[in-house]
């Protein structure tokens, strides 16, 4: 009788270890909820190779191929650290299961069936705990590990007004970053009609002098005033420089630059008219 095939997912490549940690980073950069974590390892001679089966949210297993190594000093041991002290920032489940060599080759020939799963989930994990073991060798690393995440901008948390910027900011992010300070200009100046005002002096008048035109209700005077420093301390301390620099083409510091002029317009989507 023919052996089932079991309705699971794969990732990865076997063997290429950069790529199948680039899998486990993109499951949790886009928001899987990792609930258990099984590796899966096949003991050699003088070394282990390990694959991992996590279970997410709704009980969906993925199988993410065997590009980790323990045993022997290299760039598979590496990664096999890296995922671990990434994958127990996310679940207290973690566990490791020996299997054979047959069902390990199943594993990289995308070809798991439905005993191979029953059996998995049969055997008793290894006791005592020795992938802690891998964890602790490069444990001086462990703070880096979220800097190999993408450096993208978080779409959802994006004013609606600053999505067509967004999505042509890997292209340009200088061209994106001013159009949104013009933009936020534009916004502030149709609001309070100040039409023959820019930047700094713009942002002060609408938002900072006594009888502002803009205001937040039910603030006390020193939230009001915090607030409205950010628009204008924000342009002195960011939009001034750009204007007159040429871009640094620093990926990270002009995302974070980018979330910043949201938080503005987010303020700015919050303030009303003092005299309407």
């Known amino acids: 009788m023919k052996s089932k095939f079991a309705g699971i997912q794969y990732l990865g490549d076997s063997g290429v270890t950069q790529i199948c940690k680039a899998a486990i980073i993109q499951l949790i950069h886009a ?5 258990d974590v099984k590796i899966l390892t096949f003991e050699e001679t003088y070394s282990h190779a390990h694959a991992l089966l996590l279970t997410l949210r709704y009980d969906i297993q993925v199988i993410i191929k065997g590009g980790f190594a323990s045993g022997y000093n290299g760039e598979a041991p590496k990664g096999y650290a890296f995922v671990l002290n990434l994958l127990r920032n996310y ?9 054979s060599k047959s069902i390990f080759e199943r594993i990289s020939n995308s070809s798991l069936t439905v005993k191979d799963l029953e059996y998995i989930n049969s055997i008793n994990p290894v006791r005592p705990a020795r992938w802690y073991e891998s964890v602790y060798l490069y444990k001086e690393h462990e703070r880096s590990i979220f800097s190999e995440f993408p450096l993208t901008i978080p779409m959802a948390l994006l004013d609606p007004r600053l999505i067509e910027l967004a999505l042509d900011f890997d292209k340009n992010p200088d061209n994106a970053i001013m159009g949104a300070y013009r933009k936020l200009e534009s916004i502030v100046r149709e609001r309070t009609g100040l039409h023959n005002e820019s930047s700094t002096k713009l942002l002060k008048k609408a938002f900072q002098v006594n009888d502002s035109i803009l205001h937040w209700k039910d603030l006390n005077s020193g939230e009001s005033i915090g607030r409205a420093s950010l628009f204008s301390d924000t342009f002195m301390a960011y939009r001034n420089n750009r204007a007159h620099q040429e871009p640094r083409h620093n990926l990270s510091d002009d995302i974070r630059e980018f979330m910043l002029i949201n938080q503005l317009f987010v303020l700015e989507s919050e303030a009303v008219v003092r005299y309407a």
Request: hydrophobic share 30%; glycine share 8%.
């Open 31 to 35: 928001g899987e909820d990792i609930k």
């Open 91 to 99: 679940t207290d489940s973690i566990n490791e299961y020996i299997i």
